[in-house]
């Protein structure tokens, strides 16, 4: 009897690996919990001082998925189309919610092998209209890969690869969506304006071993995004990605109520308490702080302060240039 059943149990367990039953039920679940306490949360929206009151997490990696809710309910976008790159395996990332919300148009690229199949075993691919691209994203494709595959009038544009960011945003055309949602570098500060360089292949972890030297700094971030048509109108709590409006939405129209934004007065965006950093053996060591710019101190990047862009170590910068 007791072979009976542990067979029976075993039986039971591939049966639900299977079918995935386990992971259905726990989506499903995550889902219906997190549309009701969004639903609550748009009972605020109207007293919303700032993006930061409306965070609430379903499938994004902090509180990006209310974030987004907030913006679209203030723009009065109802069935947001999108584009979002640097997605993993559709698990945690800034479109999901909205695809399995509203079945809408998307476009979703990672380099991740068999990417497809993976996002595939977390969606139904078959109830909306979503194109997965598999590729690695440089500036030198990047035009070519929205121009091939995207279709539709974007609302919400996200960006989060860890690398060379701000050259790829850099090739993007202007207004290119109503919403624009792209990940910067915390560590890099509020005073430096900032990239890594436009390196082929970029790898934080090969760039330097404490994985510290990436993307780019937020003032830099809100140069250029300015250039392209929009204005900074925050970021998560976490500190990492900063969210933007397409000025054809101003802000004392569309976002009246929250508070005014300083562009020149960034600081509080930039000190982050999340640590990442890695030592020489590639063991998690926690820096925080200043720590961890003078971890990266010898790193190269792209200084945009002179107006001529020149390859600088991060020692060498100035300050409040």
Request: one cysteine or more; charged letters at 25%; hydrophobic letters at 35%.
């Amino acid at each position: 009897m007791h072979n009976f059943y542990n067979h029976l149990a075993k039986f039971i367990v591939s049966l639900v690996n299977k079918f995935n039953i386990k992971k259905n039920f726990t989506n499903k679940l995550k889902f219906n919990v997190g549309l009701n306490s969004l639903f609550h949360n748009k009972s605020f929206y109207e007293k919303a001082k700032n993006i930061n009151e409306n965070e609430l997490k379903i499938y994004s990696q902090n509180g990006e998925d209310g974030i987004i809710d907030f913006l679209l309910s203030r723009l009065n976008i109802s069935k947001p189309n999108f584009i979002e790159i640097g997605v993993g395996e559709y698990t945690e990332c800034n479109t999901r919610l909205l695809y399995d919300r509203f079945y809408q148009k998307g476009l979703i690229i990672d380099c991740i092998k068999d990417l497809e199949s993976k996002v595939s075993s977390n969606i139904n691919t078959w109830k909306g209209d979503l194109k997965i691209i598999e590729t690695f994203v440089t500036p030198d494709n990047i035009e070519n890969l929205i121009t091939n595959n995207c279709f539709f009038k974007i609302d919400l544009f996200s960006i989060d690869i860890d690398g060379i960011d701000y050259w790829i945003i850099n090739k993007i055309k202007p207004n290119i969506s109503k919403i624009f949602i792209a990940e910067y570098n915390s560590v890099f500060g509020d005073e430096f304006d900032i990239s890594v360089p436009n390196i082929k292949n970029f790898n934080r972890e090969a760039y330097h071993h404490s994985s510290l030297c990436y993307g780019m700094s937020l003032k830099a971030l809100i140069r250029i995004m300015k250039d392209k048509g929009f204005y900074f109108i925050g970021t998560n709590n976490f500190k990492n990605n900063a969210f933007f409006i397409n000025n054809d939405f101003p802000m004392n129209k569309y976002f009246s109520n929250l508070d005014k934004l300083d562009k020149n007065y960034i600081k509080p965006y930039t000190t982050s308490l999340f640590t990442e950093s890695r030592d020489k053996m590639g063991k998690q060591n926690f820096l925080r702080g200043d720590k961890r710019l003078e971890q990266i101190k010898e790193c190269e990047v792209i200084d945009f302060s002179d107006n001529y862009g020149n390859l600088k170590k991060i020692k060498d910068l100035k300050k409040d240039s």
